[in-house]
């Protein structure tokens, strides 16, 4: 049984351009939460998707969006880079049933280095 | 609105040697509680957690108390390992149908060492 899955591992973007990340949900998962994680910090929520849609969101600007699938894969698209972009980005899924919410499980990251 | 307070690190520590990392929480309602736990170039694994009050989660020799009423999540361990050493963060999430849907709201982290 794959976990979650993140491509690509690493990767390296100038300033003002755009970058897409992808992950894959743990088999059976529906639900696929985005997560920031600068260097020495705690990752912090970006957002989550549920049914296709966008369920929830944190304390970033639009330049971050992102998208899922029928199959429940996502994808977090983010314009116009800024250096402080740079970090390791990482998706968790989870399973939610009314007031059930299971445990979430992480992909190893996708490291994003803006120069 | 949530946080998470972790005690300064890095900590560094003996093999064998006894091992506390402090983390306090604010939270609306009855949050559950997680400790994660971060190697070198991997992502997230869940270490351990606790649903409710008085709660006690273990794994692999560490244990936390829910303490709601120092609104504490203290991780101990009796003997570290080489092997621990990595960065532990702790975390809470409030319940679905409210207003977080399993978003997790996660401290700063506290970087482990343990020397031989």
């Known amino acids: 049984d794959a976990g979650v899955t993140q491509s690509p591992t690493h990767l390296i973007k100038t300033r003002g351009q755009q970058v897409t990340l992808r992950c894959s949900p743990k088999s059976g998962h529906d639900t696929v939460s985005w997560y920031q994680q600068a260097l020495g910090q705690g990752p912090q929520f970006i957002f989550q998707y549920y049914e296709e849609e966008e369920r929830q969101r944190g304390n970033f600007p639009d330049r971050f969006s992102g998208h899922q699938f029928p199959n429940y894969s996502s994808e977090l698209n983010v314009n116009a880079l800024l250096l402080g972009d740079s970090a390791l980005y990482l998706c968790?899924?989870?399973?939610?049933?009314?007031?059930?919410?299971?445990?979430?499980?992480f992909g190893p990251g996708t490291r994003l280095t803006v120069l | 609105g949530n946080s998470v307070t972790q005690m300064e690190g890095p900590v560094t520590l003996s093999e064998e040697a006894f091992l506390t990392i402090n983390c306090t929480y604010t939270a609306t309602g009855y949050p559950s509680l997680f400790w994660y736990v971060q190697y070198p170039g991997e992502g997230l694994q869940l270490l351990l957690k606790a649903t409710k009050a008085d709660d006690k989660g273990s794994n692999k020799g560490f244990e936390a108390t829910y303490r709601k009423e120092t609104t504490s999540f203290h991780l101990e361990k009796g003997s570290v390992q080489v092997s621990d050493s990595a960065v532990y963060f702790c975390a809470l999430t409030g319940r679905a149908g409210g207003t977080s849907y399993g978003k997790l709201t996660f401290g700063q982290g506290t970087i482990l060492t343990v020397h031989p």
């Open positions: 968790a899924s989870s399973l939610v049933a009314g007031e059930v919410v299971s445990e979430q499980f």
